[in-house]
C-alpha cells in the first residue's frame, strides 16, 4: 500500500491519525508533497480545503479520503471549497454525526470513522473534581459559575484557553481528574465524541448533557454518565444513598466500536484491489 498517505493539518487529530496508521498500516506523512496517482487519508481537510481542491485540479489523479470531524452547524458546512470538496471525494463520517446531516449536500458517506487514542490509565492522584476542556461560551462560563457556587468545597477547573495542541498537557490535566464534562458549544447538544474518547482514555468518569442527535446513546449509555443538568447530577452522587453506577473502560469501548475500525479497513484492502483511479469514484 505504498500509495496510501495519512495527512494531518491539525494537531488536535494527531494521536487519531497515529492510531489510525498503526490499524491500517499507513504511514503518517509530516509534510505533504502530493503524487500523482496516491491516496491520501486527511485529518483537518476543513482547514486546508480550498488548496486541497486546487491540487486535484492541477493533479486529478489524486485522490483523498475526507475524514469528516465538522457537526451538521459547523461553520465549514456553509464553506463552498469545502462542501465540494467532500463531494468529489470519499468521506468517513464522524460516528457521532447522522449520515444524513451531508445528503442534504450531495456528500455521500462511505464509512464511519471513530476517534481512536492510546488508553493512558494513571495511577497519579486524581485532585480535580470536575474539569472541562474548550474554548470559552456564555453558557459554558455560566455552568462553571453554578457549579463553583453549590459545591464550594471541590476543586473545579474550567480551561478556557488552554492550548489544544499541547497534547501532552491535556493528558497530563485529564490524568488529574474524576469527572470530566461535555459542554457542546451550540444547543443541540451533539455529542463530542473525540473529548469523550481522549477523557474515557485517560480513565475519567465522563458526565455529558443528552443531545438531540441521539442515535449513538445507546453505545455511550454503558461508558459515560448522561444528565439534563450538572447540578442534578453532582447533586445525586454526592446524596450517600445513591450508589453510582460503574461504567465499563476505554478499551472495552474500542471493541465495541472496532465493526466501524474494521470497515475502514475493508474500504482501503477495495481501493487497493482496484486497476485504476477512475474505478475508485465508483465505490
Known sequence: MNNFHIINFC???SENAFCLSCRLRIPVDKYFIPVSGHIYIIFGAHTQSYELLMIQHD???VRYIIINSQHPVSEFNENKYYISLAKNNMVWNNGEMPIDSLDKFGIRVHSIYIFEFSYQPCERKRDIDIMFIGPYTIRRYAIYNLLVKNYPS?????????NIEDLDGITK???RTKYYIIIPSHNLNIYDSHSIHRALACECDV???FSEF????NVYEKFIYFCKDFIDFFNAINTSSNSVEQKLKYP?????MVCYLEDNHSVIKQLVNKKNNQEIETI
Open 11 to 13: 494537531e488536535l487529530f
Open 59 to 61: 493533479m486529478n489523479d
Open 154 to 162: 471541590k476543586k473545579i477547573v474550567f480551561h478556557f484557553n488552554f
Open 173 to 175: 490535566e485529564l490524568q
Open 207 to 209: 458526565v455529558s448533557l
Open 214 to 217: 441521539n442515535h449513538m446513546s
Open 252 to 256: 472495552q469501548l474500542i471493541k465495541e
